[in-house]
Protein backbone atom coordinates (compact mmCIF):
# COMPACT_ATOMS: atom_id res chain seq x y z
CA UNK A 1 0.00 0.00 0.00
CA UNK A 2 1.34 3.52 -1.13
CA UNK A 3 1.64 5.85 1.90
CA UNK A 4 -0.50 8.99 1.41
CA UNK A 5 1.38 12.31 -0.78
CA UNK A 6 -0.07 14.03 2.07
CA UNK A 7 0.90 12.43 5.12
CA UNK A 8 4.81 11.95 3.45
CA UNK A 9 4.50 15.76 2.96
CA UNK A 10 3.52 17.20 5.63
CA UNK A 11 4.27 14.85 8.66
CA UNK A 12 2.46 15.49 11.93
CA UNK A 13 5.76 17.39 13.86
CA UNK A 14 6.57 15.73 16.85
CA UNK A 15 7.72 17.29 20.36
CA UNK A 16 11.15 15.34 20.39
CA UNK A 17 13.23 17.90 17.79
CA UNK A 18 16.07 19.44 17.73
CA UNK A 19 15.52 22.04 15.27
CA UNK A 20 12.08 24.19 15.07
CA UNK A 21 9.33 23.57 13.45
CA UNK A 22 6.33 25.56 11.83
CA UNK A 23 4.66 23.69 14.05
CA UNK A 24 6.29 25.76 17.00
CA UNK A 25 4.51 28.58 15.75
CA UNK A 26 1.18 27.16 15.27
CA UNK A 27 0.28 28.69 18.81
CA UNK A 28 -0.91 24.52 20.45
CA UNK A 29 0.94 21.90 22.34
CA UNK A 30 4.54 22.28 20.27
CA UNK A 31 4.12 26.63 20.60
CA UNK A 32 3.54 25.59 24.86
CA UNK A 33 6.30 23.40 25.16
CA UNK A 34 8.69 25.38 23.34
CA UNK A 35 8.19 28.45 25.71
CA UNK A 36 7.54 26.12 28.74
CA UNK A 37 11.11 24.29 27.95
CA UNK A 38 13.00 26.16 25.93
CA UNK A 39 12.80 30.30 25.60
CA UNK A 40 10.78 30.85 29.28
CA UNK A 41 13.81 29.07 31.15
CA UNK A 42 16.43 31.28 29.44
CA UNK A 43 14.78 33.99 30.67
CA UNK A 44 14.65 32.66 34.37
CA UNK A 45 10.54 32.25 34.50
CA UNK A 46 10.27 28.48 34.85
CA UNK A 47 8.37 27.05 37.44
CA UNK A 48 6.89 30.25 38.14
CA UNK A 49 3.70 28.62 40.22
CA UNK A 50 0.36 30.36 40.35
CA UNK A 51 1.50 33.05 37.55
CA UNK A 52 -0.43 31.97 34.49
CA UNK A 53 0.74 32.92 31.19
CA UNK A 54 -1.88 36.27 30.25
CA UNK A 55 -1.84 38.23 26.53
CA UNK A 56 0.04 41.50 28.40
CA UNK A 57 1.82 42.83 31.63
CA UNK A 58 0.48 44.84 34.72
CA UNK A 59 3.32 46.66 35.89
CA UNK A 60 3.29 48.76 39.04
CA UNK A 61 5.05 51.80 38.03
CA UNK A 62 5.32 54.77 39.97
CA UNK A 63 4.11 58.19 39.48
CA UNK A 64 6.68 59.71 37.11
CA UNK A 65 7.37 60.17 33.25
CA UNK A 66 8.05 56.82 31.36
CA UNK A 67 10.22 55.68 28.62
CA UNK A 68 9.75 54.00 26.26
CA UNK A 69 11.91 52.37 23.18
CA UNK A 70 11.76 49.49 21.06
CA UNK A 71 14.25 48.09 18.48
CA UNK A 72 14.78 45.39 16.06
CA UNK A 73 18.21 43.21 16.24
CA UNK A 74 19.25 41.27 13.27
CA UNK A 75 23.15 41.04 13.77
CA UNK A 76 24.75 38.36 11.63
CA UNK A 77 26.26 36.01 13.18
CA UNK A 78 24.29 35.43 16.01
CA UNK A 79 27.03 34.75 18.08
CA UNK A 80 30.13 36.81 18.25
CA UNK A 81 32.93 37.51 21.00
CA UNK A 82 31.97 39.41 23.81
CA UNK A 83 28.21 38.39 23.11
CA UNK A 84 25.46 37.34 21.01
CA UNK A 85 22.01 38.39 19.78
CA UNK A 86 20.22 37.61 23.41
CA UNK A 87 22.10 39.98 25.42
CA UNK A 88 22.79 43.13 22.35
CA UNK A 89 19.00 42.69 22.50
CA UNK A 90 18.83 43.33 25.81
CA UNK A 91 22.05 46.27 26.16
CA UNK A 92 20.56 47.84 23.28
CA UNK A 93 17.31 48.91 24.14
CA UNK A 94 18.28 49.22 28.03
CA UNK A 95 21.03 51.99 26.19
CA UNK A 96 17.96 53.54 24.47
CA UNK A 97 16.41 54.14 27.68
CA UNK A 98 19.43 54.99 29.66
CA UNK A 99 20.63 58.11 26.75
CA UNK A 100 16.98 59.66 28.17
CA UNK A 101 17.86 59.46 31.40
CA UNK A 102 15.66 56.48 32.36
CA UNK A 103 16.32 53.07 34.58
CA UNK A 104 14.79 50.14 32.93
CA UNK A 105 11.95 48.33 34.63
CA UNK A 106 10.39 45.95 32.36
CA UNK A 107 11.21 44.70 28.55
CA UNK A 108 9.13 43.10 26.17
CA UNK A 109 10.61 40.19 24.19
CA UNK A 110 9.34 38.76 20.55
CA UNK A 111 11.47 36.33 18.67
CA UNK A 112 10.82 35.44 14.60
CA UNK A 113 12.32 32.15 14.20
CA UNK A 114 13.15 30.85 11.04
CA UNK A 115 12.05 26.33 10.65
CA UNK A 116 15.05 24.49 11.42
CA UNK A 117 16.69 26.76 13.22
CA UNK A 118 18.36 24.62 16.02
CA UNK A 119 16.57 24.10 19.63
CA UNK A 120 19.97 23.88 21.45
CA UNK A 121 20.75 27.51 19.72
CA UNK A 122 17.75 29.00 20.55
CA UNK A 123 17.99 27.96 24.59
CA UNK A 124 21.49 29.29 24.55
CA UNK A 125 20.24 32.88 23.18
CA UNK A 126 17.20 32.69 25.53
CA UNK A 127 19.60 32.26 28.81
CA UNK A 128 22.09 34.26 27.50
CA UNK A 129 19.12 37.40 27.24
CA UNK A 130 17.86 36.30 30.34
CA UNK A 131 21.71 36.64 32.07
CA UNK A 132 21.52 40.27 30.54
CA UNK A 133 18.46 41.09 32.01
CA UNK A 134 19.32 39.87 35.24
CA UNK A 135 22.28 41.20 35.31
CA UNK A 136 20.98 44.79 34.24
CA UNK A 137 18.17 44.84 36.80
CA UNK A 138 15.51 44.67 34.14
CA UNK A 139 12.57 42.15 33.97
CA UNK A 140 11.60 40.17 30.80
CA UNK A 141 7.27 40.50 31.16
CA UNK A 142 5.81 39.60 28.09
CA UNK A 143 6.55 38.90 24.70
CA UNK A 144 5.53 37.15 21.61
CA UNK A 145 7.45 33.85 19.24
CA UNK A 146 6.98 33.81 15.50
CA UNK A 147 8.03 30.81 13.17
CA UNK A 148 8.43 31.05 9.67
CA UNK A 149 9.04 29.06 6.98
CA UNK A 150 12.27 28.09 5.63
CA UNK A 151 13.73 31.22 3.34
CA UNK A 152 11.14 33.58 5.11
CA UNK A 153 13.80 34.39 7.69
CA UNK A 154 17.74 34.84 8.58
CA UNK A 155 17.64 32.10 11.56
CA UNK A 156 16.42 34.20 14.20
CA UNK A 157 15.49 37.85 14.59
CA UNK A 158 14.46 39.38 17.71
CA UNK A 159 12.29 42.62 18.90
CA UNK A 160 12.64 44.43 22.33
CA UNK A 161 10.58 46.87 23.64
CA UNK A 162 11.64 48.48 27.36
CA UNK A 163 10.05 50.55 29.42
CA UNK A 164 11.82 53.00 31.93
CA UNK A 165 11.05 55.52 34.77
CA UNK A 166 13.22 58.55 34.06
CA UNK A 167 15.52 59.94 36.65
CA UNK A 168 13.92 62.82 39.07
CA UNK A 169 17.29 65.13 37.82
CA UNK A 170 17.66 64.33 34.35
CA UNK A 171 16.66 65.71 31.66
CA UNK A 172 18.99 64.84 28.73
CA UNK A 173 18.02 65.82 24.86
CA UNK A 174 19.06 65.64 21.80
CA UNK A 175 18.29 70.07 21.94
CA UNK A 176 19.53 70.35 24.85
CA UNK A 177 23.10 71.15 23.83
CA UNK A 178 24.68 74.69 24.10
CA UNK A 179 28.03 76.18 22.87
CA UNK A 180 30.94 75.81 25.24
CA UNK A 181 28.86 72.58 26.63
CA UNK A 182 32.16 69.89 27.05
CA UNK A 183 31.77 66.54 25.25
CA UNK A 184 32.64 63.50 26.67
CA UNK A 185 33.16 59.71 25.77
CA UNK A 186 32.80 56.79 28.27
CA UNK A 187 35.13 54.71 26.88
CA UNK A 188 37.06 52.96 23.78
CA UNK A 189 35.48 53.16 20.29
CA UNK A 190 35.09 50.53 17.37
CA UNK A 191 35.32 47.50 19.07
CA UNK A 192 31.60 45.79 18.22
CA UNK A 193 32.14 47.11 14.62
CA UNK A 194 35.34 45.60 13.94
CA UNK A 195 34.46 42.50 15.87
CA UNK A 196 31.75 41.67 13.85
CA UNK A 197 33.84 42.53 10.63
CA UNK A 198 36.09 40.11 12.03
CA UNK A 199 33.64 37.49 11.90
CA UNK A 200 32.31 37.76 8.30
CA UNK A 201 34.88 35.44 6.32
CA UNK A 202 34.92 36.89 3.53
CA UNK A 203 37.15 39.79 4.69
CA UNK A 204 40.09 37.77 5.25
CA UNK A 205 41.24 38.98 8.87
CA UNK A 206 41.26 38.25 12.39
CA UNK A 207 41.44 39.78 15.82
CA UNK A 208 41.58 39.11 19.25
CA UNK A 209 39.26 41.82 20.80
CA UNK A 210 35.50 41.16 21.49
CA UNK A 211 32.44 43.30 21.61
CA UNK A 212 32.12 46.47 24.00
CA UNK A 213 28.60 45.45 24.66
CA UNK A 214 27.37 45.84 27.92
CA UNK A 215 24.44 48.36 29.37
CA UNK A 216 24.90 51.86 30.29
CA UNK A 217 22.26 53.25 32.60
CA UNK A 218 24.75 53.07 35.69
CA UNK A 219 27.07 55.21 34.16
CA UNK A 220 24.04 57.78 33.14
CA UNK A 221 22.96 57.66 36.44
CA UNK A 222 26.23 58.39 38.47
CA UNK A 223 26.55 60.95 35.80
CA UNK A 224 22.88 62.80 36.61
CA UNK A 225 23.95 62.65 40.49
CA UNK A 226 27.02 64.24 40.00
CA UNK A 227 25.70 66.67 37.10
CA UNK A 228 22.02 67.05 37.10
CA UNK A 229 20.01 68.33 34.76
CA UNK A 230 23.86 69.85 33.62
CA UNK A 231 24.33 66.77 31.72
CA UNK A 232 22.62 68.12 28.39
CA UNK A 233 22.29 65.49 25.92
CA UNK A 234 23.49 61.65 25.70
CA UNK A 235 23.65 59.65 23.14
CA UNK A 236 25.24 55.45 22.02
CA UNK A 237 27.20 55.31 19.01
CA UNK A 238 25.63 52.49 17.53
CA UNK A 239 24.94 52.22 13.76
CA UNK A 240 26.68 54.66 12.02
CA UNK A 241 29.28 55.76 15.14
CA UNK A 242 30.48 58.57 16.79
CA UNK A 243 30.41 60.53 13.29
CA UNK A 244 26.69 60.07 12.82
CA UNK A 245 25.61 60.27 16.69
CA UNK A 246 26.94 63.50 16.89
CA UNK A 247 25.98 65.27 13.71
CA UNK A 248 22.64 63.96 14.86
CA UNK A 249 23.08 66.20 18.18
CA UNK A 250 24.76 68.97 16.48
CA UNK A 251 21.73 69.42 13.63
CA UNK A 252 18.96 68.90 16.95
CA UNK A 253 20.29 71.67 18.88
CA UNK A 254 22.06 74.04 16.16
CA UNK A 255 25.62 74.19 17.31
CA UNK A 256 28.60 72.61 16.21
CA UNK A 257 30.73 70.54 17.17
CA UNK A 258 34.70 69.93 17.89
CA UNK A 259 36.32 66.84 18.08
CA UNK A 260 40.47 66.43 19.38
CA UNK A 261 41.40 63.48 17.24
CA UNK A 262 44.61 62.99 19.72
CA UNK A 263 41.89 62.59 22.43
CA UNK A 264 39.85 59.71 21.11
CA UNK A 265 40.62 56.39 22.90
CA UNK A 266 40.85 54.22 19.82
CA UNK A 267 42.44 50.35 20.72
CA UNK A 268 45.43 49.77 18.93
CA UNK A 269 43.49 46.35 17.05
CA UNK A 270 40.65 48.89 15.89
CA UNK A 271 43.18 51.11 14.49
CA UNK A 272 45.21 48.54 12.78
CA UNK A 273 41.71 47.06 11.00
CA UNK A 274 40.46 50.21 10.00
CA UNK A 275 43.50 50.89 8.38
CA UNK A 276 43.63 47.58 6.90
CA UNK A 277 39.94 48.31 5.57
CA UNK A 278 40.32 52.01 4.70
CA UNK A 279 37.58 52.46 7.25
CA UNK A 280 37.42 55.95 9.47
CA UNK A 281 36.79 54.46 13.25
CA UNK A 282 34.63 56.70 13.73
CA UNK A 283 32.20 55.64 11.69
CA UNK A 284 32.67 52.36 12.98
CA UNK A 285 29.70 51.05 15.24
CA UNK A 286 29.76 50.77 19.45
CA UNK A 287 27.32 49.20 21.72
CA UNK A 288 28.90 49.72 25.36
CA UNK A 289 30.05 53.20 25.19
CA UNK A 290 28.12 56.80 25.66
CA UNK A 291 28.52 60.06 24.61
CA UNK A 292 27.94 62.88 26.73
CA UNK A 293 27.58 66.32 26.25
CA UNK A 294 27.39 67.97 29.63
CA UNK A 295 28.01 72.11 30.94
CA UNK A 296 31.02 73.92 31.48
CA UNK A 297 30.69 73.99 35.11
CA UNK A 298 29.28 69.92 35.58
CA UNK A 299 32.01 68.29 33.50
CA UNK A 300 34.96 67.62 36.03
CA UNK A 301 32.44 65.97 38.46
CA UNK A 302 30.49 64.08 35.60
CA UNK A 303 33.91 62.71 34.73
CA UNK A 304 35.19 61.44 37.93
CA UNK A 305 31.78 60.45 38.50
CA UNK A 306 31.60 58.37 34.99
CA UNK A 307 35.69 56.59 35.66
CA UNK A 308 33.83 55.61 39.25
CA UNK A 309 32.07 53.02 37.77
CA UNK A 310 33.50 49.96 36.22
CA UNK A 311 31.66 49.92 32.62
CA UNK A 312 33.29 53.32 32.07
CA UNK A 313 36.65 53.94 33.68
CA UNK A 314 38.51 55.18 30.47
CA UNK A 315 36.18 58.19 30.05
CA UNK A 316 37.60 60.92 28.50
CA UNK A 317 37.16 64.74 27.60
CA UNK A 318 37.43 64.80 23.71
CA UNK A 319 36.06 67.90 22.60
CA UNK A 320 33.56 70.48 23.07
CA UNK A 321 30.35 72.34 21.34
CA UNK A 322 31.22 75.30 19.52
CA UNK A 323 28.82 78.51 18.29
CA UNK A 324 30.92 78.39 15.05
CA UNK A 325 29.95 76.59 11.81
CA UNK A 326 26.81 75.40 13.59
CA UNK A 327 25.57 72.07 13.07
CA UNK A 328 28.60 70.54 11.29
CA UNK A 329 31.02 68.25 13.41
CA UNK A 330 34.80 69.13 12.87
CA UNK A 331 37.88 66.84 13.67
CA UNK A 332 41.37 68.61 14.80
CA UNK A 333 43.74 66.34 14.06
CA UNK A 334 47.33 65.59 15.59
CA UNK A 335 49.08 68.64 13.76
CA UNK A 336 46.21 70.69 14.12
CA UNK A 337 44.48 70.63 10.51
CA UNK A 338 40.62 70.89 10.57
CA UNK A 339 38.43 68.32 8.68
CA UNK A 340 34.81 68.13 8.26
CA UNK A 341 33.03 64.79 10.11
CA UNK A 342 30.03 63.75 7.90
CA UNK A 343 27.32 61.61 9.02
CA UNK A 344 28.16 57.77 7.74
CA UNK A 345 26.82 57.69 3.97
CA UNK A 346 24.77 54.14 3.34
CA UNK A 347 25.73 51.11 4.95
CA UNK A 348 29.26 50.61 5.85
CA UNK A 349 28.31 47.20 7.12
CA UNK A 350 25.46 45.30 6.92
CA UNK A 351 23.81 43.53 10.01
CA UNK A 352 25.63 45.02 12.75
CA UNK A 353 23.16 44.69 15.33
Known sequence: M??????????????ETEHVLLGH???????AELLSEVIL????????????LEDAAVLPLPTAEIVMSTDSFVVDPLFFPGGDIGSLAVHGTVNDLAMMGAVPVALAVAFIVEEGFGMRELGRISQSLGRAAHAAG????????????????????????????????????????????????SG???????????????????TEI???????????????AAGGDGVRALRDPTRGGVAS??????????????????ALPVPEPVSAAC???????????????????????????VLAAMRSRPESPGAVRIGQAVAEHPRRVVVRTGIGAERVLDMLVGEQLPRIC
Open 41 to 52: PGFGLAGSAGRP
Open 275 to 301: DLLGLDVLHVANEGCLLAFVAPDKADA
Open 138 to 185: VKVVTGDTKVVGRGAADRLFITTTGLGVRMPLARPSAGRVRPGDVLLL
Open 2 to 15: TASPLFTACPAPTA
Open 245 to 262: ALNELAAASGVGVLVEET
Open 25 to 31: GSGGRLS
Open 188 to 206: PIGLHGVTILSTRDSLGFE
Open 210 to 224: GSDSQPLHRVVAAAV
